[in-house]
C-alpha cells in the first residue's frame, strides 16, 4: 500500500481472505475447500447463514480486488473503498475462526 502497488496490495488480502475462509471451512466442516469457485460459493453461503446483508458487498469488494491484479481497472478512490470492505470480510471470517477454535477445544477439554 505504501509503494502505492494496489493491484498487489489487493491481491494479498483476497489470498488473505481466501486461506481464512479455508481454515474456517475446514475448522467448521472438517472439509477442506480448495479451488476458487468453492472459495466464492462458501463465501456467499455466509449471507444466507448468518443473515448480515454487509457480507454481499464484502465479498464483491474481495473479487473485484482479486480481478483488479489482473485487470488494473480500479482508480485508488475506487480500490480503497474495495479494500477496506476486504478488510472488514477478513475481520468477520478471522472472527468466526477464533470463535470455533474456541468452542472446538472447549469440546475437546470436557
Given at each position: 500500500?505504501?509503494?502505492?502497488?494496489?493491484?498487489?496490495?489487493?491481491?494479498?488480502?483476497?489470498?488473505?481472505?481466501?486461506?481464512?475462509?479455508?481454515?474456517?471451512?475446514?475448522?467448521?466442516?472438517?472439509?477442506?475447500?480448495?479451488?476458487?469457485?468453492?472459495?466464492?460459493?462458501?463465501?456467499?453461503?455466509?449471507?444466507?447463514?448468518?443473515?448480515?446483508?454487509?457480507?454481499?458487498?464484502?465479498?464483491r469488494?474481495?473479487?473485484?480486488?482479486h480481478?483488479?491484479?489482473?485487470?488494473?481497472?480500479?482508480?485508488?478512490?475506487?480500490?480503497?473503498?474495495?479494500?477496506?470492505?476486504?478488510?472488514?470480510?477478513?475481520?468477520?471470517?478471522?472472527?468466526?475462526?477464533?470463535?470455533?477454535?474456541?468452542?472446538?477445544?472447549?469440546?475437546?477439554?470436557?
Amino acid at each position: 500500500m505504501k509503494k502505492r502497488e494496489y493491484g498487489k496490495a489487493g491481491e494479498l488480502l483476497w489470498g488473505t481472505i481466501a486461506e481464512t475462509a479455508k481454515a474456517f471451512h475446514l475448522q467448521y466442516y472438517r472439509m477442506p475447500i480448495d479451488s476458487h469457485n468453492d472459495i466464492r460459493k462458501f463465501l456467499d453461503s455466509l449471507y444466507s447463514i448468518y443473515k448480515k446483508k454487509e457480507l454481499r458487498e464484502w465479498k464483491r469488494s474481495a473479487d473485484n480486488l482479486h480481478v483488479n491484479f489482473y485487470e488494473s481497472y480500479l482508480d485508488e478512490p475506487t480500490f480503497m473503498e474495495e479494500y477496506t470492505n476486504g478488510v472488514k470480510l477478513l475481520a468477520f471470517l478471522s472472527g468466526l475462526l477464533r470463535k470455533t477454535r474456541k468452542e472446538t477445544k472447549s469440546r475437546h477439554l470436557t
